[in-house]
């Protein structure tokens, strides 16, 4: 399977290493010094679950040098997507796939304009990794999973091509027939994650143990949960309560990538999280107070420091 990786930040570099050392065609499209260092010495991960270190790595800041692909895995940052989007016209052949395992549920959308509501399958990426130093990637506890597949629930044969290359990797992989249920489900969980942390400069468990600041993420998450079902949606009713017992049982030191964008001077992707619940519940008329006082309260950091949004 041919596969191309555009953005081998934290999870492309963690899951396109998997799937070279499965044996896949992997290329890399990457930039500055992790692109450097990753043409120098290969690409490394360091995990709990074992070390993976690939000597010779296809890696590229431009992808028009290379030739189509089965599958681009696409994960860069959400503020790329467009820019990133239209530079891989080159790895389409008439029956590439594109599956994003970026954050956010918009994002599709915007990749069905750019690249053809054919090529485009779902997909969701449960996992704590960065680029730990160019060339890097840092894997933090064991969690590694993927869920992915059709928007029209079949299973088709690059779904199963990629699953099979994602066991053979020692990857955790699911194929769903849900898939757009799957991307909210997450969504749930990353924005009231990121909204908190990221408002309150704290882990999820001060957050969590606070009777007040609880309550608001509850909030948060019922809003999500509400704009979903106004979509059409499959999520339960009660979906934020169980997400808020799932943030019981997650580590007290946990925080989001937001929080950690906010706290580095990066830009953040506030506009696609809690901005997104906004827009969304906005489409649909559902009120979205909470994830509105965010958005608003963000506002001027989102841009990165020093590029205040005037």
Not at 52 to 73: C, F, Q, W
Not at 126 to 147: C, D, E, N
Request: net charge neutral; glycine share 12%; aromatic share 6%.
């Amino acid at each position: 399977m041919k596969i191309a990786v555009m953005g081998a930040g934290g999870v492309g570099g963690y899951f396109g290493a998997r799937l070279a050392q499965a044996g896949c065609d992997v290329a890399f499209i990457a930039r500055g010094a992790h692109l450097a260092a990753m043409r120098e010495h290969g690409l490394t991960v360091e995990s709990e679950l074992g070390d993976i270190h690939l000597p010779k790595v296809r890696v590229t800041d431009d992808p028009g040098t290379l030739e189509p692909v089965d599958l681009v895995l696409f994960s860069v940052k959400l503020w790329d997507t467009e820019a990133a989007a239209r530079s891989i016209a080159a790895l389409f052949g008439p029956h590439t796939g594109i599956v994003s395992f970026q954050n956010g549920v918009q994002k599709d959308d915007i990749l069905r304009r750019l690249c053809g509501d054919q090529a485009v399958m779902g997909g969701v990426a449960y996992i704590a990794a960065t680029i730990g130093r160019p060339g890097v990637i840092k894997h933090s506890g064991t969690m590694q999973r993927l869920i992915f597949g059709e928007y029209d629930g079949r299973r088709s044969a690059r779904a199963e091509a990629l699953l099979e290359a994602c066991q053979r990797g020692g990857i955790n992989a699911e194929l769903s027939s849900d898939i757009r249920r799957e991307i909210w489900e997450k969504f749930v969980f990353l924005v009231g994650l990121s909204a908190t942390t990221a408002t309150m400069r704290l882990p999820i468990g001060p957050i969590r143990a606070n009777a007040q600041t609880r309550a608001f993420l509850l909030d948060i998450m019922r809003e999500v949960v509400a704009v979903g079902r106004s979509h059409g949606v499959a999520l339960a009713a009660d979906y934020a309560q169980q997400r808020l017992a799932f943030c019981d049982g997650l580590p007290a030191d946990m925080t989001s990538s937001m929080h950690h964008d906010l706290e580095a001077g990066g830009p953040l992707e506030l506009a696609w999280l809690s901005g997104g619940v906004v827009e969304l519940g906005e489409a649909a008329g559902v009120p979205t107070p909470a994830n509105c006082a965010v958005r608003n309260i963000l506002a001027l950091h989102a841009p990165g420091r020093g590029k205040f949004s005037v």
